[in-house]
Structures are given as structure tokens and as C-alpha cells.
């Protein structure tokens, strides 16, 4: 059974800090993996995907990368501003069932002025 | 292009009863998912369909059920409703729900079973 774990839970910076999240998972058959972003209440946006195959994947600010040998990902998040607070979350789509995300818990990133 | 849109919003029952949820994905997808989100925890994954198959199943009772439309829209049913449903219900479309495909979420359905 896939598990999904997130390091920290929750986070707290100080405005134009570089950071960086961590994913871990235990089966390393998956597909892909993607990062999403969640406000308070409200759906996930999509941030990053990383097929299987790719190592890491760039977005502006934010740069993911992926070992799935050691069943780790990464989001680094450059110059934070208080605008990225939110629930970041990683999910894994594996190969025993189809199109089944499996999350993680989640770390809570708290960007202060 | 509308995203994935959700209805309703949020939505108040008591236990015992039974809720309808709808999706409907963005234009041009042909899978729809479908995940809970209790507070503090990461998304459950509970169905997957595509054209209108059922796809895949997650670790949930038989109380929950959905469907696919010849539109691609989708709805989740739960029946006999506990307090432990109370939850944030996602919707996820995407092209065809395959390993390339990046899922899409809607804004979700917030259930509170009193």
C-alpha cells in the first residue's frame, strides 16, 4: 500500500526566505507526482507534475525535483512571499489503481512580512 | 475555458440522509475523480470514471456511489449519511485520466452531517 508522507507539518518564514518542503513515499512504482497548493477551504491548484521518467520540473519561483529510487520529492519555493502561504500538498499516482491520487498530510507554509 | 465546477457549495444534512454531489469537468475531459478531504488530512481518493466506466475505487463503503453523464459531468451519492462524511468533496477531471494526464480540482462541495 502507497504512503505518503510530508516533512514538516507545518512551516513558518520570514518573507524572501528560499525553502524547501519534502515528500517521501514508500512504493516507488508510481507514474508521477505532483505538487498542488491549497488556500484555506477551497480546491487544489495544480502546481508541478514530474512523470516517472523526469528528474525535476520548473515553474517561476518554484523548482520540484524527484528520486524515485529513494522515493523522494522536493519542492523549493525561491524568494517566498506572503502570498505562498497555503497547504502544500504532494500526491503520487501509482500503478496498482488507475488514476488514484495518493496524498500526503501536507505542510502548512506560514510567509510573514 | 470555465475550470472544473462543483455544486453545491456547501451543503448542511443530518445523519441518516442521503446527498447528491455534482461535477462538472473541464470542456474536453473525459475522466472525472472523485476524493474526500476530512480537516487536517490530505484527499481520499473514492472513484475514478471515465466515458462513463468505472475505472477505480478507493477504500470506501458501499453507501458511496457515483456516475458518469454522456456529458463527462459526474455525481457522487452517499447514502445513510454518518457524522464521520462530514467533509471537503473534490472533483478532479482530466483528459483521460491516464499517467500523463495532470488531474484538475474544482473548489469542492463542503458537507456537514449533523
Known amino acids: 500500500k502507497q504512503e505518503v508522507t510530508q516533512i514538516p507539518a507545518a512551516l513558518s518564514v520570514p518573507e524572501g526566505e528560499n525553502l524547501v518542503l519534502n515528500c517521501s513515499f514508500t512504493?516507488?512504482?508510481?507514474?508521477?507526482l505532483q505538487w498542488f497548493r491549497q488556500d484555506p477551504g477551497k480546491g487544489l491548484t495544480s502546481l508541478l507534475l514530474i512523470q516517472s521518467s523526469q528528474r525535476e520540473q520548473t515553474s517561476g519561483r518554484l523548482n520540484a525535483s524527484l528520486d524515485k529510487s529513494s522515493g523522494r520529492s522536493t519542492l523549493y519555493i525561491a524568494a517566498s512571499q506572503p502570498g505562498d502561504s497555503a497547504t502544500y500538498l504532494c500526491a503520487v499516482l501509482g500503478g496498482t489503481s488507475y488514476g488514484k491520487l495518493t496524498f500526503g498530510q501536507g505542510t502548512i507554509l506560514t510567509v510573514h512580512p | 475555458d470555465a475550470g472544473v465546477t462543483q455544486s453545491p457549495t456547501h451543503l448542511i444534512k443530518t445523519r441518516g440522509q442521503h446527498v447528491t454531489l455534482r461535477c462538472s469537468p473541464i470542456?474536453?475531459?473525459?475522466?472525472v475523480s472523485w476524493y474526500q478531504q476530512v480537516l487536517g488530512q490530505g484527499p481520499q481518493f473514492i472513484f475514478q470514471?471515465?466515458?462513463?466506466?468505472?475505472?477505480g475505487r478507493g477504500n470506501f463503503p458501499d453507501r458511496f456511489s457515483a456516475r458518469q453523464f454522456p456529458n463527462y459531468s459526474s455525481e457522487l451519492n452517499v447514502n445513510a449519511l454518518l457524522l464521520g462524511d462530514s467533509a471537503l468533496y473534490l472533483c478532479a477531471s482530466s483528459l483521460s485520466g491516464g499517467s500523463i494526464d495532470t488531474q484538475y480540482f474544482g473548489p469542492g462541495t463542503r458537507l456537514t452531517v449533523l
Open positions: 470542456s474536453g475531459h473525459k475522466s
Open positions: 512504493d516507488s512504482a508510481i507514474y508521477n
Open positions: 470514471y471515465y466515458e462513463k466506466e468505472e475505472r
